[in-house]
């Protein structure tokens, strides 16, 4: 692994489309007392589920640190898709603090490391320590043997971009333009940072994301490609729903945009569910948190969306909340997706913790020479 | 009123502290269906007490347009302190649409017109028309016979900042630096511009304001001069409760900050209501949305807090939100404005609306020779 000082695009290198053949997938191990309720163990069940769908159709390696190693290594015992890397973490958000992977022409990958302030530092970052996460990308890696763009000072989080592989990447005024993150920089400087590091033409600022999702309203909660030049994006119908206005907002910009090759784009509404999925007091007990840690209190909405979801090479990973609009959502990604497998996951247990199944991943795209 | 194409800082004028000498105060008579529900009737009984106890030592503009006028003047007969203003406004927050006033050593005093985007604009702002409210402030200084000094297209509204007179003002990153508002800045230039406008030579930059503020957590929420060097806070000791983290964050810059003279700040901790103040399903029905307008839902916390006070030039004028801080509050700021009367003012009609005391008010600083 060597140290890189020129700039991704320059070298000629862009970040590929989720869509687009993998390596693999990283993942962490989940423990932290401030995320994940009664120790972790529902939360646990569907992580592993997850890994073992996407381990269907390629490798996964599950982080962990030294100290759960151990008995993660015996959960695995049968799954020898799924590899246990000791990297340590400061809780389980692979696509946040994963390395963001470009590609050349020639099929060479480079990751990058951003730096992470846990989604807003000392502004209004959701835990007090991040010093292991902002490590973390780097340590992947390392482990991978890939080479590493740093892109330190720059902050940001892997669920803040999406990229169609062919120029074009998608984020959110919410996160990109949030005080915790880039403030010294104007928005015309952040978007010619992405260009540089992402090898795109074009960047398309969705103005809102989810509401009440704690990372600023990243863009892989809200929208995501289906494949260049067609987006999913989830949407309500219902006026009286505050994620309707949100919703709307990025709907008048995606009509009114053309992405980098000049093409409008196909716009599938996705529905967030019916009814709020909203926190209980019974899970509420459950949490630990620590001085300095985001809380949450009782009856708060969480910010579910079938959005969420993680393009594996032969499956689609899709969240599932227990509502009426869970078949639905899973319907519209099946007619999108036709030649990939869909795999519903009973998603509440990660929800609760913040996030969702493609904020657990980090594809790790397929090199020209490398082992699958 | 002459156009001003100069700097008030270059021009030798800067923003008084509201507990200097007024010549006045701006309100706006609250009609507005979306913001004040059953027809506005208690919003406007409240804002009539705030008027009648301002106006016991300062003059009253009351804006209304020219439909509400005739019906205002009936009910402001016998009130000859308040005087009605025939000036359209899209609702009723003087704090962020009136003029910000500046003042020179002479005793010259000068209006601010700053761009208004209906806190947010097309990103997040809380309506879809904020024409009105754009064109209010330079209305305002046309009326009392003010220069006004146009600072569009910089967008901030009055109750984003506060002066303590002596060269030092207050504001939240959250507010100043969210992306509705001016993106195409950095922080640092952001910075550089409140200087020149409100001749400041240090700006104290507090990361948060009060929880759920649908204002981007404007200062005059969570924190206020009593006079220079000395400030009051939003506290809570609650630890469960999402304003500790905020309050917490705005401690730890204000302990560790000098204001433009050098000197430590005097921070007093002013209690949030103990139990949080929400809507209820029965408040919800009496409002009116428009297209655009930003909505809300039963049992939303409400940014409720007793940092939103007007000081007028005999007294301070203080939300009551029937909490048992209620009282704990009024004693906190009979202490620290030994010199003026307290007024008590039932509130929740006001916060209902999105805002306080401190929202609807706009003090016009004294001139040396100007009526009073």
Redesign the interface.
């Known amino acids: 692994m060597k140290k890189i000082v020129s700039l991704p695009a320059e070298d000629g290198y862009r970040m590929p489309g989720e869509f687009e053949p993998h390596r693999g997938c990283v993942m962490i191990w989940p423990v932290r007392p401030g995320s994940w309720p009664y120790g972790g163990k529902e939360a646990q069940k569907s992580f592993l589920e997850i890994a073992e769908a996407i381990s269907e159709s390629e490798k996964v390696w599950m982080l962990c640190d030294h100290e759960h190693a151990a008995k993660l290594r015996g959960i695995l015992r049968d799954k020898p898709e799924i590899y246990v890397l000791e990297i340590p973490t400061d809780d389980a958000w692979a696509r946040d603090v994963g390395p963001t992977c470009v590609r050349n022409r020639q099929g060479n990958v480079r990751g990058i490391s951003w730096e992470f302030n846990a989604w807003g530092g000392?502004?209004?970052g959701l835990y007090a320590h991040w010093e292991k996460d902002d490590r973390a990308a780097k340590a992947i890696c390392r482990e991978l043997e890939m080479d590493c763009y740093d892109a330190h000072p720059f902050v940001l989080e892997g669920g803040s971009i999406h990229s169609d592989g062919e120029g074009t990447v998608l984020v959110t005024?919410?996160c990109l333009?949030?005080?915790g993150r880039n403030?010294?920089?104007?928005?015309?400087?952040i978007e010619n940072h992405l260009k540089q590091y992402l090898g795109a033409e074009k960047i398309i600022w969705l103005?809102?994301g989810i509401y009440q999702d704690e990372t600023n309203e990243h863009v892989d909660n809200v929208c995501a490609f289906v494949r260049p030049g067609e987006v999913v994006l989830a949407w309500t119908d219902n006026?009286?729903d505050?994620q309707w206005?949100l919703s709307m907002?990025s709907l008048k910009v995606l009509e009114t945009e053309r992405d980098a090759r000049g093409r409008a784009f196909q716009i599938h509404r996705l529905p967030i569910p019916e009814k709020p999925v909203c926190i209980t007091e019974q899970e509420l007990l459950g949490f630990q948190f620590e001085e300095?840690e985001?809380?949450r209190?009782a009856?708060e909405r969480l910010a579910a969306s079938y959005v969420n979801f993680y393009i594996s090479n032969g499956g689609v990973i899709v969240p599932q909340f227990g509502d009426v609009n869970d078949k639905k959502a899973l319907k519209i990604l099946e007619n999108l997706f036709p030649e990939r497998k869909i795999y519903p996951i009973w998603a509440r247990p990660i929800i609760v913790g913040g996030g969702n199944i493609h904020c657990i991943t980090q594809q790790i795209p397929q090199g020209k020479d490398i082992d699958i």
Do not use: C, I, V
């Open positions: 000392t502004f209004d005024e919410a333009l949030s005080p403030p010294q920089m104007t928005k015309e400087e103005p809102r006026r009286e505050p206005e907002a300095g985001d809380r209190e009856g």
